[in-house]
């Protein structure tokens, strides 16, 4: 598509949601609405489903919600790092960012070779951190931690100094550029610690 006169490819970065086949509750019911007659469904669902943002209140009690966090938190430039070890290391995200992440953007994490998960332990959370960025995105490939114990520590390093994650996107290995533009707003419902997302890239020429 064009925008401005510019031609860019749109990456759609959500997973598509099925109510009743989920491993979490997801229902919708039609029902009418009696004024003019036309339908209106009821959505029965918890915010941590499908590709979902988590804010600070995720983690602490209190913690920013969904709202209260800067909307441009969910938006920017989102740099790509292709992860394929197991455990990630600081020398393993140092040669795959090969420092072109700044402060204030975005990392997206995708493993497209190895069929084993990729760990997010407390030095990769440490490198993170140390990196300013503002979003962590990541699909299905990749998991925080490896107990209990370390997956809070690791939401601690990152959520501490407000590091938004964004799990459980799809089709990360459809973005064909190093960089691109990521966008992955919530619902704008107060009190929310995560909220459901239509995230998506946009790549520039």
């Known amino acids: ?5 510019i031609e860019v490819r749109i990456v759609d970065l959500s997973r598509t949601l099925y109510p009743g086949k989920e491993d979490r509750r997801l229902e919708i019911r039609r029902g009418i609405i009696p004024s003019d007659d036309t339908i209106m469904h009821e959505v029965d669902t918890m915010s941590h489903l499908g590709t979902h943002v988590e804010a600070p209140s995720h983690f602490y009690e209190d913690g920013k919600d969904v709202v209260d966090v800067p909307l441009e938190s969910f938006l920017g430039r989102a740099v790509i790092l292709d992860i394929h070890d197991p455990v990630m290391t600081t020398a393993v995200l140092d040669k795959a960012d090969g420092g072109r992440t700044k ?3 975005m990392i997206l994490i995708r493993n497209r070779l190895s ?7 407390v030095e990769a959370a440490r490198w993170l951190a140390a990196k300013k960025i503002k ?3 990541f699909d299905l490939s990749l998991t925080t931690g490896q107990d209990k114990a370390i997956t809070r520590e690791v939401h601690d390093i990152l959520m501490g100094p407000g590091v938004v994650l964004l799990e459980q996107l799809d089709n990360l290995d459809k973005i064909s550029k190093s960089e691109c533009f990521l966008f992955a707003a919530p619902l704008k419902i107060k009190g929310l610690d995560s909220s459901p997302v239509r995230a998506f890239a946009v790549e520039l020429p």
């Open 115 to 121: 069929p084993e998960k990729t760990f997010l332990g």
């Open 103 to 105: 402060p204030g953007d």
């Open 135 to 137: 979003l962590l995105g």
């Open 1 to 5: 598509m064009r925008i401005q006169g």
